[in-house]
């Protein structure tokens, strides 16, 4: 079974700076998409990015990028210039492509602050 | 284009009384999702469904919970004889076509508090 792994229960950093969150998964299938999403405070998930496994490009998205890192089955985020708007609960998840039900698998979650 | 809708936003229920949770998903959006959230967790998979089938059902439990997507009108999540163990954030997602290429949008979410 696909696990995911979030190892950093509560990370701060000040506003302007960057920020690294980590993700680890468990996987035998070659082929999946990864995931980050943010839950602020409204509760609402928002994607933030998305990484497909067959791609070796790391995915970015204005302030936010990834390191995949497949070998190692590792998919960090990386906050540039981080905003008070950036405050919130952060996710990292795995979907298997060749899972019929298109799953979702989510870690337990990363409570990033970013203080002024 | 509107997103991903649910509702109630909250929903409080006493022990052994029905829950019934809607989701409208996003428009040209034909699979949705259903996920709970317990407290300080991370989201678990429930079920996906497309239009009037279910396809997979592995994260539901057992007993009183069930879910259809009905050929018109919403999604819904029905929890029977609820007990406090239910009291979580049932969120709801949409993609338009195939799960394996296509993102999952989420709703805001559904509080469910049980007395």
Redesign the interface.
Known sequence: AQTVTQSQPEMSVQEAETVTLSCTYDTSESNYYLFWYKQPPSRQMILVIRQEAYKQQNATENRFSVNFQKAAKSFSLKISDSQLGDTAMYFCAFMNVYNQGGKLIFGQGTELSVKP | NAGVMQNPRHLVRRRGQEARLRCSPMKGHS?V?W?RQLPE?????MV?LQKENI??E??MPKERFSAEFPKEGPSILRIQQVVRGDSA?Y?C?S?PT???TD????G??T?LTVL
Do not use: C, M, V, W
Request: glycine fraction near 12%; charged fraction near 20%; avoid cysteine.
């Open positions: 699979h999702y996920y967790e991370g989201l678990k998979f996906y396809i997979d592995s994260g954030a969120f997602a993609s195939s799960p394996r993102t999952q949008y989420f805001p979410g509080r």
